[in-house]
């Protein structure tokens, strides 16, 4: 049972570069996010999805890219990388809502930019 | 804005029951509370919600103040697994806003 699958697990960017974190699921759930949370800190929403072509922001959006062209995959794009986006990034997805009656998350990744 | 406040560590034996607490005392009327736990170098893991009444599941149950300002999460025998953070979260009932707080780091002792 997959779940929820997010790639990298480990990245080191610098500065200024740009990369895309994968996030897959395998339970058709229609709603799916992304979080980011820093040390001894909770999550914070940062982009989700109700569907397949929809997507909206959460609390810390900017400088965060989504989009949603299917139901399986919610790739979150970084375009400029900066030092305040060294984090821990979890994508989750649910049945309903985006916290939703119970949501699934993956193992999270792990991201320092120098 | 919808706050929760939870102790920062709590410790407990095993085998023993462990009741985390958590105040929301902004909560409005339709905020659901939410319960998730977080083990070292993982996701986010569902444990338990509720509205109003008290609530069980096969993890833990969820206690509900009657003015609902605060909630208790209730773990009946607690074990080595169970040792975690846990956070307790207002889900407004737009479903698309939520506040998690720092969390109980619970630690259970052999």
């Known amino acids: 049972n997959a779940g929820v699958t997010q790639t990298p697990k480990f990245q080191v960017l610098k500065t200024g570069q740009s990369m895309t974190l994968q996030c897959a699921q395998d339970?058709?759930?229609?709603?799916m996010s992304w979080y980011r949370q820093d040390p001894g800190m909770g999550l914070r929403l940062i982009h989700y999805?109700?569907?397949?072509?929809?997507?909206d922001q959460g609390e810390v959006p900017n400088g965060y890219n989504v989009s949603r062209s299917t139901t399986e995959d919610f790739p979150l794009r970084l375009l400029s990388a900066a030092p305040s986006q060294t984090s821990v990034y979890f994508c989750?997805?649910?049945?309903?809502?985006?916290?939703?009656?119970?949501?699934?998350f993956g193992q999270g990744t792990r991201l320092t930019v120098v | 804005d919808a706050k929760t406040t939870q102790p920062n560590s709590m410790e407990s034996n095993e085998e023993e029951p462990v009741h985390l607490p958590c105040n929301h005392s902004?909560?409005?009327?339709?905020?659901?509370i939410h319960w998730y736990r977080q083990l070292p170098s993982q996701g986010p893991e569902y444990v338990i919600h509720?509205?109003?009444s008290n609530v069980n599941n096969r993890m833990a149950s969820l206690a509900i103040a009657e003015d609902r300002k605060s909630s208790t999460l209730i773990l009946h025998r607690a074990t080595l697994r169970d040792a975690a953070v846990y956070y307790c979260?207002?889900?407004?009932?737009?479903?698309?806003?939520?506040?998690f707080g720092t969390g109980t780091s619970l630690t259970v002792i052999p």
């Open positions: 339970m058709n759930h229609e709603y």
């Open positions: 989750a997805s649910s049945y309903s809502g985006v916290l939703g009656t119970e949501a699934f």
């Open positions: 902004t909560i409005s009327g339709t905020d659901y």
């Open positions: 999805s109700v569907g397949a072509g929809i997507t």
């Open positions: 509720g509205l109003t």
């Open positions: 979260i207002l889900r407004l009932n737009t479903g698309n806003q939520f506040y």
